[in-house]
Antibody
Framework: EVQLLESGGGLVQPGGSLRLSCAASGFIFTTYAMNWVRQAPGKGLEWVTTISSSGGSIYYADSVKGRFTVSRDNSQNILYLQMNSLRVDDTAVYYCASEYQAAYWGQGTLVTVSS | DVVMTQSPLSLPVTLGQPASISCRSS???????????LIWFQQRPGQSPRRLIYTVSNRDSGVPDRFSGTGSGTNFTLKISRVEAEDVGIYYC?????????FGGGTKVEIK
C-alpha cells in the first residue's frame, strides 16, 4: 500500500524558515517524480514544485521560486521542502504527491505563518 | 501559464441523478508525445485530494465506474452517472502538460 507521510509543519513568524519532510513507502520511490502541492485555508489547490526521480529536473511555481528548495533522499525514501523567507500567504496545508500526475497524496501538514 | 476554468462553481444534485463538471484550458493540453495530461481529483470534506482520472479518461484503481472523463484539446468533462452521498466534495481538474502545473478552481458537489 502506498503511504506518504508529511511532517515538519507548524507556526512560524514571517521571514522564518521551515523544512517539511515526506516519508514514502509502498512503492519504488526512486523511480517516481514527486510533487508538493498546497492548499490555503478554504481555498483551492496550488502546485508548488516537482522534482524528477533522480533529482536532476526541478520545477517551481513563481510564487515560491528563490525561497523554497525541493530535494529528495532516494536512499531513505524521503522528500523534502526547505521553505525560507516565509510570508503570511504561504500559510497552507502542504501535501506531497507522487508521480507527475499526482497519483497518491499524503495527509498534509499545516504551515501557519503569522506574527 | 495555462489557465484552467471549471464550471459550475457549485453543483447541487439529487441522489441517483447524473452530474457533469466542465474544465476548459487556455491552451491545448496535448503534449509532444501525443498524450493529453488532464487529471481529475476528488476532495471529500476534511480529506486529502484523491486522484480519480488521469490522461483525460483513465479511471484509477478503486474508482467506481460511475465516474468517467472525456474531452480533448482544451475542453474536458467529468461525469458522474448516478450521484451517491459519498460523492459530496470538491472536484478539481489539473493540467500536467505545461509548466507550471495548474489546477482549476474547483467545483463543489452537494446533495439537494
Amino acid at each position: 500500500e502506498v503511504q506518504l507521510l508529511e511532517s515538519g509543519g507548524g507556526l512560524v513568524q514571517p521571514g522564518g524558515s521551515l523544512r517539511l519532510s515526506c516519508a514514502a513507502s509502498g512503492f519504488i520511490f526512486t523511480t517516481y517524480a514527486m510533487n508538493w502541492v498546497r492548499q490555503a485555508p478554504g481555498k483551492g489547490l496550488e502546485w508548488v514544485t516537482t522534482i524528477s526521480s533522480s533529482g536532476g529536473s526541478i520545477y517551481y511555481a513563481d510564487s515560491v521560486k528563490g525561497r523554497f528548495t525541493v530535494s529528495r533522499d532516494n536512499s531513505q525514501n524521503i522528500l523534502y521542502l526547505q521553505m525560507n523567507s516565509l510570508r503570511v500567504d504561504d500559510t497552507a496545508v502542504y501535501y506531497c504527491a507522487s508521480e507527475y500526475q499526482a497519483a497518491y497524496w499524503g495527509q498534509g501538514t499545516l504551515v501557519t505563518v503569522s506574527s | 501559464d495555462v489557465v484552467m476554468t471549471q464550471s459550475p462553481l457549485s453543483l447541487p444534485v439529487t441522489l441517483g441523478q447524473p452530474a457533469s463538471i466542465s474544465c476548459r484550458s487556455s491552451q491545448s493540453l496535448v503534449y509532444n508525445d501525443g498524450i493529453t495530461y488532464l487529471i481529475w481529483f476528488q476532495q471529500r470534506p476534511g480529506q486529502s485530494p484523491r486522484r480519480l482520472i488521469y490522461t483525460v479518461s483513465n479511471r484509477d484503481s478503486g474508482v467506481p465506474d460511475r465516474f468517467s472523463g472525456t474531452g480533448s484539446g482544451t475542453n474536458f468533462t467529468l461525469k458522474i452517472s448516478r450521484v451517491e452521498a459519498e460523492d459530496v466534495g470538491i472536484y478539481y481538474c489539473m493540467q500536467g502538460t505545461h509548466w507550471p502545473l495548474t489546477f482549476g478552481g474547483g467545483t463543489k458537489v452537494e446533495i439537494k
